[in-house]
């Protein structure tokens, strides 16, 4: 048992490295993409105490050359699933018991040794992996997972201090237990740091877990799991498969010590899995809770008052860095007539500047969407947004996936207001924009709340405060993430809590102390020192 009240290191958000030419950590991202690239991986499963290898192997390409093989990974089944849960039980109750201060001192080994030793590496295979710039894998599989293993164990400590009020002579207390029974991590492709967050939150808080990364995650997944691994996490405390969803699902949602969901992935999958614990809610030992970051139709709205440049950079970078494929990237922009001239052109000015192409060389801003399903998906987008008369593509709008899966950077300006780019989830590189007259901003912030079931980000710029205010007030509902003057991207964990309502998810916030209570089921313990001996109160005293 801990012998202190001990105090935790304090967070700060890790330093983003420049990568200019001839820096250090340009030369070595350089050297672990050459390796990487020069080294066919053999990818096991982690479960309990083994690295489990089933000859079910399956390719993992980069998205920007995917006739080049980096390596293979393990498939499993339904049977590796059953193991994994029952290594995670097996693990709980030492896990549990585990003195708080230890599982801080793993996590944060963990942080340190991402900052250091694994840098270049996780960068590497970020970039290799999911198709992103060296940038955009820095920001993500670098710092922002750094930020989470630190901050969630300040956000931790502050958890554990919150305590009741004591009246005389009792002393009232608070623990905050681990969920009885296991969690389950669903992560998506197009970020590594959500990748390692939503597994080690969970079991940092004393939970263990079965965690199934995105089949175009794994690979950096694995290398994830190699720093936990070497931070010190016991075997069985994260556990991770590689299993087909409704293969992992029939057998997670139908187990009675499932405890938890921690999902970031698209909408409709997350209501189907809702649905399913809700059908199978009787055969759970208790309340399971689902904490979910879905999709969102995030927009940009400028007012009359709005400088033009400011606007158009807003656009380019919120929608088409790491090729749009953030679920808080801008995706529909509503423009006021009076700056509209402007902004088509610096926009257009932009995307002719812009050089596509592989990561791997650092001078492309923009790179490959993630495998050829999305592909055809988003180039599906396009060529609807071509055959509408009420639009017309002012940039980008072609495709080609002979080498990678290249979409370029692809703006939309329809007169429709409720047309199909303007309302559905794309997730790739396109954003509509709709120019509205300037005099009727106010008519345009409903038109932004009641055109898309999400509620994710959105942005407002204004050199006017009131219409500032009016927006932050009408669109209350309309966005987890409201950024005023700035692009609706690039949350920083301690800074800017994560996430999004009505379709969006259950606004839990990643990168808080919100989301972290959500890993905890608190028992209240009640200690009275002189207990009475009378069952008699004084009210039954006779008398006036």
């Not at 030492?94 to 801080?104: F, K």
């Not at 939503?198 to 950096?220: C, D, E, R």
């Amino acid at each position: 048992m801990p012998k202190g009240i001990y105090k935790v290191p304090t967070p700060a958000n890790e330093p983003v490295l420049p990568y200019t030419p001839g820096s250090k950590e340009r030369k070595e991202v350089s050297a672990a993409l050459k390796e990487a690239r020069n080294t066919e991986a053999d990818i096991p499963m982690y479960i309990g105490s083994e690295e489990v290898r089933t000859g079910n192997k399956k390719p993992l390409a980069p998205p920007h050359d995917h006739k080049h093989v980096l390596g293979h990974f393990h498939e499993g089944d339904r049977s590796h699933v059953e193991q994994a849960i029952n290594a995670a039980l097996g693990a709980k109750e030492a896990w549990a018991a585990l003195p708080w201060e230890q599982r801080a001192s793993i996590f944060l080994k963990a942080a340190e040794l991402m900052a250091g030793p694994y840098r270049a590496k996780i960068n590497a295979a970020t970039m290799l992996a999911q198709s992103k710039s060296i940038f955009q894998a820095e920001i993500d599989a670098a710092c922002e997972m750094i930020d989470f293993l630190r901050f969630n164990v300040h956000y931790m400590s502050q958890i554990y201090a919150e305590q009741p009020e004591s009246a005389p002579g009792i002393w009232n207390r608070l623990e905050y237990r681990p969920l009885e029974g296991f969690v389950f991590a669903i992560t998506p492709f197009n970020f590594t740091s959500i990748a390692g967050n939503l597994p080690s939150s969970a079991a940092l808080m004393g939970n263990t877990v079965v965690w199934k990364p995105a089949y175009t995650q794994i690979y950096s997944a694995n290398v994830l799991m190699e720093v936990f691994r070497d931070a010190g996490v016991p075997d069985g405390v994260i556990n991770l498969v590689y299993v087909d969803g409704p293969t992992a699902g029939d057998v997670v949602f139908n187990h009675p010590d499932f405890a938890g969901l921690h999902f970031t992935g698209s909408t409709g999958v997350f209501q189907h899995l809702w649905k399913t614990i809700g059908e199978n809610i009787q055969k759970y030992k208790t309340y399971p809770r689902i904490v979910g970051e879905t999709g969102g139709k995030d927009f940009i709205v400028a007012h009359k008052s709005a400088k033009a440049k400011e606007v158009a950079t807003a656009i380019t970078r919120g929608a088409f860095e790491f090729q749009g494929q953030k679920c808080s990237a801008a995706s529909r922009a509503y423009i006021p007539d009076n700056i509209w001239s402007d902004v088509k052109s610096y926009v257009v000015e932009d995307l002719k500047s812009i050089k596509m192409g592989s990561p791997e060389d650092f001078t492309n801003f923009f790179n490959a969407v993630i495998d050829e399903r999305a592909f055809d998906k988003i180039a599906g987008y396009i060529d609807k947004a071509k055959a509408n008369p009420m639009n017309e593509i002012i940039a980008g709008g072609n495709y080609d996936k002979s080498k990678g899966y290249f979409i370029e950077p692809t703006v939309v300006v329809t007169k429709d207001p409720q047309s199909l780019t303007m309302c559905e989830e794309i997730f790739g590189p396109v954003i509509t924009l709709y120019v509205y007259q300037a005099e009727r901003f106010e008519e345009t912030l409903e038109l932004v709340n009641s055109t898309s079931p999400y509620a994710l980000t959105g942005a407002i710029f204004s050199q006017d405060r009131y219409a500032i205010n009016l927006a932050t007030k009408k669109l209350v509902d309309a966005a987890g993430n409201f950024y005023i003057n700035d692009k609706p991207t690039g949350a920083v964990v301690g800074q800017q809590p994560f996430g999004g309502a009505r379709a969006s998810g259950t606004n839990d916030k990643a990168g808080s102390v919100l989301n972290l209570y959500r890993w905890v089921s608190p028992r209240t313990i009640k200690e009275t020192f002189v207990p009475p001996t009378d069952y008699r109160y004084p009210f039954l005293e006779p008398g006036e």
